[in-house]
């Protein structure tokens, strides 16, 4: 009688052990997958304010540069510079020069990709419109983002950056 009572314990000890595994797998699983979505850094929205303010090649007057800020908005309306440049194209290449000089992407480094969208939103029930997207590397795994928001009558302009680690 004594050794059955010793065997239902030995048993009832190694169900407890593999449910405690199980349970230890799960939550890990869990916390991993936790790191997947996107955290808000503050970090990138002084990125992308600071860069809304970077003067561009872009005549808009006489003796006035358009700053990035201005060009979301002309290139938005299909319009050129003054000094004969694509609003758009000076917009996409200072951007990206801005985000290359700023991060190190690529498979060696810790941040593997970035993805940057300026989307016009007139309102609250109307589609967004894309203005300009650059995207670069691997953004499958763990991402930081922020949004950067800039008025354009009557709506506004949401600039959302993401680092992808």
């Not at 808000?40 to 540069?65: G, H, P, V, W």
């Not at 758009?88 to 990206?96: E, F, H, T």
């Not at 480094?109 to 650059?134: D, K």
């Amino acid at each position: 009688m004594n050794r059955k009572g010793q065997e239902e314990i030995i048993g009832f000890v190694l169900i407890m052990v593999v449910v405690a595994v199980v349970a230890l797998i799960l939550l890990g699983l869990s916390v991993r997958n936790q790191n997947t979505g996107t955290r808000e850094s503050n970090e990138l929205y002084q990125f992308l304010q600071s860069s809304s303010e970077f003067t561009t090649d872009c005549k808009i007057r006489s003796t006035e540069y358009a700053r990035i800020q201005d060009l979301f908005g002309l290139c938005l309306d299909n319009g050129a510079c003054l000094n004969g440049l694509d609003s758009c194209d000076v917009l996409l290449k200072d951007m990206r020069g801005l985000i290359d000089a700023s991060w190190n992407i690529g498979n060696e480094s810790q941040v593997r990709g970035y993805l940057f969208v300026s989307s016009y939103e007139a309102g609250v029930e109307a589609s967004p419109e894309e203005i300009i997207r650059l995207e670069e590397g691997d953004c499958a795994g763990a991402r930081v983002g922020s949004s950067y928001l800039i008025p354009e009558f009557p709506g506004r302009i949401a600039n959302i950056f993401h680092v992808c680690y």
